[in-house]
Structures are given as structure tokens and as C-alpha cells.
């Protein structure tokens, strides 16, 4: 297993369409072993105008060869944290739920309902330690909140004229197939504005490896709930995907600078940052040398040697 900082602070996850951040300036791909495997796709390093590195992951892998139920989350949050990675900003292609949410808008969800059927892995502590962190804001509302602001300015200096739509429930659901309709209605009563297969377990592992996440959902269809309306199809996602991968580019790039900044003061990491502290059960001689040791590749701080 390789464990090499690259002192990159934030990474960004690329979802449905977007699968480089080719208007930044290419530095080196790395790809790190981690006890739960490889991530998804080599991750790129990139730099910014000032010179500041970033890294970018293609969830689905650069060919999009990988399912939503098989994407390698554990290894993709794990290999990020082994370079230095304290912020993710990850990008999905979503379905909305509500009628003022029309394709090509930018969400800022800050709820999530788990309609995940059990498939996927959805923690790092699933061995002899056993540890339960805070999920009840599944998002780092500190990076949220700050988001909103420069997400928001970002999209206005863009000609797209897209608008940013926040403090939104996103439903997680087993792909591939699409909703029914009867429960794209039933999301809807159930207060989910938008759909998608990604978010988790990404968003509870990187809470676990006490990264700060947020994640920028992009709406490319209506999902299947409007009456006399065709339900979701391929097609109809991949009629807005493109533009929402060019935007997702220029927000990227409008906000990493700040972003890392912020990072780098470290405040916006503060509730994340420790979090895991009071999570873990105590220690007891039960616990096996193994597991310890591939905690230890999220953790260090808490499995030292
Ligand atoms: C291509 S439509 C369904 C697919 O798109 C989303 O992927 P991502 O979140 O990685 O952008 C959605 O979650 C599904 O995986
Ligand atoms: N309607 C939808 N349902 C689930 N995931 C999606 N990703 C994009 N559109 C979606």
C-alpha cells in the first residue's frame, strides 16, 4: 500500500459526464493501494493558476465502467485521504422531485433519506473496532454554507444563466434502473427534491475519515413522478449532462482557489475534523492487529502505531 502525501488539501469527485477537469493544468496521475483496494480511476493531480494542487477522481471510472451499486467508495475516500485530502466537493447527476428544480439547475442538498438496498459497503469499520459517527447532517454544513455564496457568484459570472437551488433533501436509491413512478411520487411525499444513486455510502465514509464533504447535485431530468410526462430515460439525462459537465468545470474552477484557502485556516474543517474522536468504541484486547492497521491508513491519529 503506497501512503504518499501529496499535500492536496481538496478533492473533487467527478460524477455522470464529468470525467476530467481539463481546464486546469495537468501535473501527474497517482494511484494509491489502499487497504480496500484501488480507487475508481487514477486521480489527477491538477493545479490551479497559483499553483495550488488539487485532486480529481472520475467516481464511475474515466470510461464510466463502473455501476452506482459497484463504484469502489471505500478505496476512493481512502485514497484521497492518504494524499492530504481534508474537503471533498463531489458533482452528481441527479433527478428532481420538484417542479421549481428543472434540468440544468445546481443544487446544494443538506438531507438525504438512504433508500440503498444493502449491497454497498458502507463502512470502514465493519471488522473488530466498531464505531458509529454523527450522520444527522450528512453534509459539512460549514462547506455548504459557504458554497452557497461562491457557487452562487460562480454561476452568475457563467452564460449559461443556470440557478443554484439550496437546502435540499436528496433521495439515494439502488441503481440502475430508474424509479417507478409510484415511488418517485412516494420520494416526493416523503420531502426529496432530488434523486441520485451516488451520494452514499461516499458521504458516510468520508465522514468517517473525517472529511469535509459537500456535494453539488446537478439536475439533468424530472425523474418519473410528472403526470403525461415520458419517466426518465438516458436520453433525456444526457440532453442536459454536457452543458452540466461544462458548468461544473467553471464552478470548479471559480471556487477551488477560495476553497483551499479556506482549508488551509482550517476553520471550515472544525466539526469534521475530530469528529471520529468520541465515535470509536473503546478499546479492548479484542480488537484485531488487521483491522487496526487498515484504520489506521484513514485514522492515523487514533491507530497509532
Ligand atoms: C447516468 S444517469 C444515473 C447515474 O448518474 C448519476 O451518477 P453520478 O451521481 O455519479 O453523477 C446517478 O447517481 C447514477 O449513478
Ligand atoms: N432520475 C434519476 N434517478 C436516479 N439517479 C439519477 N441520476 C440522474 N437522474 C437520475
Redesign the pocket.
Known sequence: MTQASENVVIGVIGG?GLYHLDNLTFVKYVNPDTPWGYPSSPITICSLPSGTSVAFLARHGPGHTITPSSVPSRANIAALKSLGVRVILAF????SLREEIPPGTFCLPTQVIDRTKGVRPTTFFDGSVVAHASFGDPFSMKLVRWLEGEVGKALASDSRGVKLAVDKCIVC?E?PQ??TRAESLMYRQWGGDL???SVLPEAKLAREAEISYALIATA??Y??WRPHTES?TVSE?FKTLQANAETSRHVAAKVLEGLNALAVQGDILSTEKGSMQYSIMPRSERQQGEDVAKLRFILPEYFPE
Open positions: 455522470s452528481s447527476a441527479v433527478g436509491m441503481g430508474f424509479s434523486i441520485n444513486m439533468t431530468d425523474d418519473a426518465v439525462v
